[in-house]
């Protein structure tokens, strides 16, 4: 089984940048797409990224277009997001979820994911 863990965030201002890095260890994520997701303070979780296999393809939400960005190393079994131009709307626990292959659900569905990490908060204050 692989198991993820989130790391990068913390408290940051308005305007300013965050990198997150979601590593894997115990097997392979090479071969999978991966997800980011947000849930903000009383909301549902919600879709932020995506990145196939190779990084060829990547996804957001609307709302972070232009302003995050995915990326992964294969080498080290890691994905990335990388926030700039934070705003107080960002302020959320982040997790990376690693695609499931079982059913063919659309990348920005939390269900197309099987594995997660535990979550890294984010608070960006005004």
Do not use: H
């Amino acid at each position: 089984q692989v198991q993820l863990a989130e790391s990068g965030g913390g408290l940051v201002q308005a305007g300013n940048s965050l990198r997150l890095s979601c590593a894997a260890t115990g097997r392979t994520i090479s071969t999978k797409t991966m997800g980011w997701f947000r849930r903000p303070p009383g909301k549902e979780r919600e879709f932020v990224a995506s990145i196939n296999q190779d990084g060829s393809l990547t996804r957001y939400v609307d709302s972070v277009k232009g302003r995050f960005t995915v990326s992964r190393d294969n080498a080290k079994n890691t994905v990335y997001l990388q926030m700039n131009e934070l705003t107080t709307e960002d302020t959320a626990v982040y997790y990376c979820g690693k695609e499931q292959t079982y059913w063919n659900l659309p990348y920005n569905d939390w269900r197309q994911y099987d594995y997660w990490g535990p979550g890294n908060e984010v608070t960006v204050s005004s």
